[in-house]
């Protein structure tokens, strides 16, 4: 189909939805990605829900518009939350969330029905992750944690480190009391912790990482769809870009670099908000 060589776009409210770029370039190594994160509002985890499907859909159109991108993602939960549904009525590229097809994923491995979410406030607190998987079994029991304090380690390039165990062990020691099975790391931030993650949870914990249920959803699509890149020539032309440069670590670029397996990870400023 015609457009099959543009890039796909991803967006999140900072740099933890790379994790979800990671698992594209793992599915599709010949796409291209332009991804966009909002730095300058982050965390989008406290914000209204409303204001945050204003950002949202500000992005979708420079994405669309400026960069002639193929498809979006919305890698981050809670932007997910807020206006999956809102976006893809007004826009006439394909679009995806976070929650769906981790959803699905996280009740086909639960065997003892003892599901476990963790997230933002904003993800926890929309019930979205709860509502998707109780349309597939009411049976399910479920146990939510906001975990914010992980956003922010992230952020600051901390990935496992003693602030970053100890925190876990505080946030996660009531859904361990509680004996789930499974645990959706239902933010985009938390799949850089999950060497902490599993290791606080136990072996006998499933964790599920949306970003890699939601780039097999992405690659059946666009494969669906005929807007497969067809070739690849080995020169991708990945870009990077974010709304303040400065609320970005250095210590972060350096983790960020090595997480993606990439040579470099350099990010421009552009900031599309002309409100703020």
Do not use: W
Not at 8 to 13: C, E, P, T, W
Not at 55 to 71: F, G, H, M, P, R
Not at 121 to 133: D, R
Not at 193 to 212: D, F, K
């Amino acid at each position: 189909m015609k457009g099959s060589n543009r890039a796909i776009g991803l967006l999140d409210s900072g740099v933890g939805g790379l994790t979800v770029a990671r698992e594209i370039f793992r599915l599709m190594p010949e796409e291209n990605i332009i991804y966009y994160g909002d730095t300058m509002h982050l965390p989008y985890g406290p914000k209204d829900l409303n204001l945050i499907r204003e950002y949202v859909e500000e992005i979708i159109q420079y994405l669309i518009k400026n960069k002639n991108v193929k498809a979006v993602v919305i890698a981050c939960n809670t932007a997910t939350s807020a206006a999956l549904d809102y976006v893809k009525n007004k826009f006439d590229i394909p679009i995806f969330g976070m929650i769906k097809s981790a959803a699905a994923r996280a009740v086909e491995l639960s065997s003892d029905q003892k599901i476990a979410i963790i997230g933002t406030e904003g993800t926890v607190n929309s019930e979205s992750y709860q509502t998707e998987i109780l349309k597939i079994n009411a049976e399910i029991q479920l146990f939510a944690k906001a975990c914010p304090r992980f956003v922010d380690l992230v952020e600051e390039g901390k990935f496992n480190c003693n602030e970053v165990r100890k925190t876990a062990r505080d946030y996660l020691s009531p859904l361990i009391e509680a004996d789930v099975d499974s645990l959706i790391l239902g933010c985009t931030h938390f799949p850089y912790l999950t060497p902490v993650l599993s290791r606080t949870m136990g072996e006998n914990v499933q964790l599920i990482n949306p970003a890699h249920e939601m780039a097999l959803e992405v690659k059946n699509t666009l494969n669906k769809m005929g807007l497969i890149k067809k070739t690849n020539n080995n020169s991708n032309q990945h870009k990077f870009i974010v709304s303040d440069k400065n609320r970005i670590s250095k210590r972060f670029l350096d983790h960020g670099r090595k997480f993606l397996n990439l040579k470099e990870l350099n990010f421009k400023e552009e900031n599309i908000f002309t409100n703020d």
